[in-house]
């Protein structure tokens, strides 16, 4: 599966903290069982919610598709255009090249593409 988006709240209103993970094995190999627990809202590159599940080895996670969901892309654009914002604070230690209003006229593929090109993954 292609990049996990995990946000360390339940809240979905930017601006948020955003772990951008390149692969879904990523994340699963980063959060520990007992975190579990913790308030995380996760979702997939096509804005799938996930939700996080003890693995069967009990040193790793799962992350699971939640069923009779429709995804829902907007809240992830949303999530992550706040995201890309906080980044464009000069204050932070490498601020991205980029304005709110470029930012707000990105599509969820131009927001990925984002990414990528400024390498913004976690792991």
Same mark, same amino acid.
């Given at each position: 599966?292609?990049?996990? &988006?995990?946000?360390e709240?339940?809240?979905?209103?930017?601006? %948020?903290?955003?772990?951008?993970?390149?692969t879904?094995?990523?994340? =699963? =190999?980063?959060?520990?069982?007992?975190?579990?627990?913790?308030?995380?809202?996760? &979702?997939?590159? %096509?804005?799938?919610?996930?939700?996080?599940?003890?693995?069967? #080895?009990?040193?790793?996670?799962? &992350?699971?598709?939640?069923?009779?969901?429709?995804?829902?892309?907007?809240?992830?654009?949303?999530?992550i255009?706040?995201?890309?914002?906080?980044?464009?604070?000069?204050?932070?230690?490498?601020?991205?090249?980029?304005?709110?209003?470029?930012?707000?006229?990105?599509?969820?593929n131009?927001?990925?593409?984002?990414?990528?090109k400024? #390498?913004?993954?976690?792991?």
């Amino acid at each position: 599966m292609a990049a996990t &988006f995990v946000s360390e709240s339940t809240s979905l209103l930017p601006p %948020v903290d955003l772990s951008i993970f390149r692969t879904l094995e990523n994340a =699963q =190999q980063y959060f520990e069982p007992w975190m579990v627990d913790e308030p995380y809202t996760a &979702f997939d590159a %096509v804005g799938h919610r996930l939700i996080m599940r003890p693995a069967s #080895d009990r040193y790793e996670v799962r &992350f699971q598709i939640v069923q009779n969901e429709d995804p829902q892309p907007s809240i992830l654009e949303g999530l992550i255009k706040g995201h890309l914002k906080l980044l464009t604070n000069p204050k932070v230690r490498k601020p991205l090249d980029l304005n709110s209003k470029q930012i707000d006229t990105m599509t969820l593929n131009e927001l990925l593409e984002t990414i990528g090109k400024y #390498d913004l993954y976690d792991t």
